[in-house]
């Protein structure tokens, strides 16, 4: 078995594609730099990530590929599922391998999963871009906080930077403790040294803004106003507002 | 004060939410410097509420006083409803606190007639004007126009609204006026008239100056109630293709009717709104819009209501078996969209796939093809298919594909069954 093991980065990924086609010899299974190998190795090649090598297998790509396959390709990498780097080894690959275009042969296994996990990811962007809710704070700062199964706030982030240009606001990934300040020039990424304040992902009452708890008991109130009681259809509204969205939905969550 | 509002919004919230649309689609606006907001084309949900539906605009109500007496509405005159107003300054300031929270997509605004239609709109006018231009409100914005109200009026609230409506509510105009003795059709088509109007002289404009503003650039929409009235499914139908005909006609909305007033005589007694009912027109909604069908191949005079049991593609394709099957490796794009369990995503999929090689049902199920249906009405890269609506009768495939029991063989009673018993 033909392992290679490279530093779990996108950039270390191309990296060994781009080895795998030097050394003319393709691995049977991709891990981490310190993740425990199976039992029978043949040969273990340490993928070093080179900025260089990257480009190249990037443009190569964009060469054989639509923008729209790109951007799967990306989306795939940030779906963060277990083995979606290898999927991707393969259909990278393939696009390489093949003389004709592959990106719309979905009879190909590769092919249709990185489309299905491409989705995913895209819905859940979309979700995400409804299911913000910002808190405002004492320092007029709109704060969110979201735990996102997939690692989907670099995809919103320009959504937000378009629609709130004047007023501060971060956006935070509590579950990979990162996240985005957008301080009214530009946005950059940050992250908090002390999330003691977010209990449940909620914000500590001490540091809200004067008129923050009217809007959240507001909004509480319109929403509950708005349900059609002849119509109630609680399967419904979960399939598009999955529960584990909820506890970061103002008008979800019990005060 | 605090109260008041919660008060307020809770009453012209209530009054609102009986008008289904709430789609925040059909514009895309980038944000600019110096301005609150943008428009995102899709649309997005913001939340959804127990009954499932979505929650994408601040749909409220201005005032839910009315001088009109329309037999389905929960604020028609003669209802002992609490009675609210909104100054034009909370409604802006509450659209503009929830949107920076990310609450909402816009408002969607809708007001009860008080003295009289130009009256009332001059004040939604405002809300909206205000919003533009005071607060550079860049996001999404519906209004309804009210019946009645002058060409002038509806004009200027297009300059500032994405989207216009004017319900149209009773599919036929003899039962609009036995429901609403003060409205007729008449009053809902010049509206609409004066909106599509609008929008073409703008269309003219911006051919010559590209700057020229844009005149609702969502289009209309409209909404009628299904099951107060006792309309068939083909005059539902015809009318939503008569409105499809006009030009910035984007959505026509079905309303389940739900009892609101349950002591008129004129309304039919029901005690469940007909959810089916209108699910079916949603569909067939869809196949007059996305896959190219006529009102009479879903619905005529000898079958005027859409069977209730399955979906009109389904109730279409067992029509007309003469169609079927169809080739997926061969067969072209419209006749593939016509198949039961293909829909649009799945009839792009196999087209772009089959240049590839021959596809099997395996690649289809792979696909997300619904095969529990699609099996009946396809032949593709198999060896026979021998399990077709043409070898089975459409009845067959109707019993198995709405649940009904088929008889099976009964087991031979001559042989002895054998039970162990553990």
Not at chain 1, 86 to 96: D, N, V
């Given at each position: 078995m033909i392992i290679f093991k490279y530093d779990k980065s996108f950039e270390g990924l191309l990296t060994a594609v781009f080895d795998a086609y030097f050394r003319?010899?393709?691995?049977?299974?991709?891990?981490?730099?310190?993740?425990?190998?199976?039992?029978?190795?043949?040969?273990?090649?340490?993928?070093?990530?080179?900025?260089?090598?990257?480009?190249?297998?990037?443009?190569?790509?964009?060469?054989?590929?639509?923008?729209?396959?790109?951007?799967?390709?990306?989306?795939?990498?940030?779906?963060?599922?277990?083995?979606?780097?290898?999927?991707?080894?393969?259909?990278?690959?393939?696009?390489?391998?093949?003389?004709?275009?592959?990106?719309?042969?979905?009879?190909?296994?590769?092919v249709l999963q990185m489309q299905k996990t491409a989705q995913k990811v895209s819905r859940e962007k979309h979700r995400l871009t409804g299911f913000v809710r910002f808190v405002k704070t004492s320092d007029d700062i709109f704060l969110a906080t979201l735990t996102p199964d997939h690692n989907t706030l670099p995809l919103i982030i320009q959504h937000f930077k378009d629609r709130f240009r004047d007023q501060q606001w971060i956006i935070y990934d509590l579950k990979r403790n990162y996240g985005y300040y957008y301080n009214l020039k530009e946005v950059s990424e940050m992250s908090l040294a002390d999330t003691n304040m977010i209990k449940n992902g909620q914000l500590d009452e001490s540091i809200l803004a004067g008129n923050e708890k009217l809007m959240q008991q507001l909004w509480k109130q319109y929403f509950k106003s708005m349900t059609i009681r002849e119509r109630i259809n609680i399967k419904l509204q979960r399939q598009h507002m999955p529960v584990r969205y909820w506890k970061f939905l103002t008008e979800k969550y019990s005060s | 004060m605090k109260a008041e509002i919660l008060n307020k919004l809770t009453i012209l919230a209530e009054s609102a939410k009986y008008d289904v649309s709430c789609a925040s689609s059909g514009t895309t606006r980038h944000g600019s410097k110096g301005n609150l907001g943008s428009a995102s084309g899709w649309g997005i949900c913001h939340s959804f509420t127990e009954d499932g539906r979505c929650v994408s605009l601040l749909k409220i109500m201005l005032t839910n006083h009315c001088i009109y007496d329309c037999a389905y509405c929960i604020n028609r005159r003669s209802n002992e409803v609490k009675r609210a107003a909104f100054t034009v300054d909370e409604l802006v300031e509450l659209t503009i606190e929830f949107y920076r929270r990310n609450y909402i997509e816009g408002l969607f605004l809708s007001s009860g007639v008080i003295s009289d239609p130009d009256h009332t709109m001059v004040r939604m006018v405002q809300v909206i004007k205000i919003l533009r231009t005071v607060h550079r409100f860049n996001g999404y914005i519906h209004m309804k126009s009210i019946p009645g109200c002058s060409q002038q009026l509806v004009h200027e609230a297009g300059l500032y609204a994405d989207r216009l409506s004017v319900n149209i509510e009773i599919p036929t105009e003899k039962n609009l006026r036995l429901l609403a003795p003060e409205k007729d059709h008449d009053s809902v088509f010049k509206p609409m008239q004066f909106i599509q109007q609008g929008m073409l002289e703008s269309a003219e404009e911006r051919k010559k100056f590209s700057k020229a503003p844009k005149f609702v650039p969502a289009g209309q929409s409209t909404q009628m109630i299904i099951g107060a009235t006792d309309e068939t499914d083909l005059q539902v139908l015809q009318t939503t293709s008569f409105?499809?005909?006009?030009?910035?006609?984007?959505?026509?909305?079905?309303?389940?009717?739900?009892?609101?007033?349950?002591?008129?005589?004129?309304?039919?007694?029901?005690?469940?709104?007909?959810?089916?009912?209108?699910?079916?027109?949603?569909?067939?909604?869809?196949?007059?819009?996305?896959?190219?069908?006529?009102?009479?191949?879903?619905?005529?005079?000898?079958?005027?209501?859409?069977?209730?049991?399955?979906?009109?593609?389904?109730?279409?394709?067992?029509?007309?078996?003469?169609?079927?099957?169809?080739?997926?490796?061969?067969?072209?794009?419209?006749?593939?969209?016509?198949?039961?369990?293909?829909?649009?995503?799945?009839?792009?999929?196999?087209?772009?796939?089959?240049?590839?090689?021959?596809?099997?049902?395996?690649?289809?199920?792979?696909?997300?093809?619904?095969?529990?249906?699609?099996?009946?009405?396809?032949?593709?890269?198999?060896?026979?298919?021998?399990?077709?609506?043409?070898?089975?009768?459409?009845?067959?495939?109707?019993?198995a594909l709405t649940g009904e029991k088929i008889s099976r063989k009964k087991p031979d009673q001559n042989q002895l069954s054998l039970v162990f018993d553990p």
């Open positions: 003319k010899e393709f691995p049977d299974m991709l891990l981490g730099l310190d993740e425990p190998g199976p039992l029978f190795i043949e040969t273990e090649h340490i993928v070093t990530t080179d900025k260089e090598k990257t480009n190249r297998v990037w443009e190569g790509l964009e060469k054989k590929l639509s923008s729209n396959a790109l951007n799967m390709i990306t989306h795939v990498w940030l779906s963060e599922l277990e083995k979606s780097d290898e999927l991707i080894f393969r259909y990278i690959r393939k696009t390489f391998d093949n003389q004709q275009n592959i990106e719309t042969n979905y009879a190909d296994d590769d | 409105l499809y005909d006009k030009p910035g006609m984007k959505r026509v909305y079905y309303s389940g009717y739900i009892p609101v007033n349950q002591d008129d005589k004129r309304l039919p007694k029901i005690i469940q709104a007909p959810l089916v009912r209108e699910n079916r027109l949603y569909q067939a909604d869809w196949l007059l819009r996305f896959y190219g069908f006529k009102v009479d191949e879903i619905v005529d005079d000898s079958y005027p209501n859409l069977d209730l049991e399955m979906d009109p593609k389904l109730a279409w394709a067992l029509r007309h078996p003469e169609h079927f099957p169809v080739d997926i490796n061969k067969a072209e794009y419209q006749m593939i969209l016509r198949v039961p369990g293909i829909g649009v995503k799945s009839a792009k999929l196999i087209i772009s796939s089959r240049r590839f090689c021959k596809l099997s049902s395996a690649d289809l199920k792979k696909m997300g093809i619904v095969m529990k249906k699609a099996k009946y009405f396809i032949t593709c890269n198999e060896l026979m298919m021998l399990n077709t609506v043409q070898e089975y009768t459409p009845e067959y495939v109707r019993k």
